[in-house]
């Protein structure tokens, strides 16, 4: 089981940046695809961006394309959400989660962080 720590999330003015981190903790989690997600109020949970595990595969959403960025860093086993251009439409909680294959990542069936909140002002 990989236990997972949000941070960085925080206010920020329109056309703003923040990075978000996810520190993995556990025997394996190096192993682990990654991605985060975000849940604005009286929304759904929704994909914002994966990483495979070797960090070969990134996915995003469209709504976020050219403006964030999913990285990982293996030493520290941390994943990173660079957030550029931030809107007012981006505020939202964001989580992390971590599974064992590319596919949990996907569906959104992996394991959660307690997620870091996020908010653009106009």
């Known amino acids: 089981q990989v236990q997972l720590e949000e941070s960085g999330g925080g206010l920020v003015q329109a056309g703003g940046s923040l990075r978000l981190s996810c520190a993995a903790s556990?025997?394996?989690?190096?192993?682990?695809?990654m991605g985060w997600f975000r849940q604005a109020p009286g929304k759904e949970r929704d994909f914002v961006a994966g990483?495979?595990?070797?960090?070969?595969?990134?996915d995003y959403a469209d709504s976020v394309k050219g403006r964030f960025t999913i990285s990982r860093d293996y030493a520290k086993n941390t994943v990173y959400l660079q957030m550029n251009s931030l809107k007012p439409e981006d505020t939202a909680v964001y989580y992390c989660?971590?599974?064992?294959?590319?596919?949990?990542?996907?569906?959104?069936?992996?394991?959660w962080g307690q997620g870091t909140q996020v908010t653009v002002s106009s």
């Open positions: 989660t971590a599974g064992t294959a590319y596919a949990q990542i996907a569906t959104g069936s992996g394991s």
């Open positions: 556990g025997r394996t989690s190096s192993l682990y695809a």
């Open positions: 990483i495979s595990s070797l960090g070969r595969i990134t």
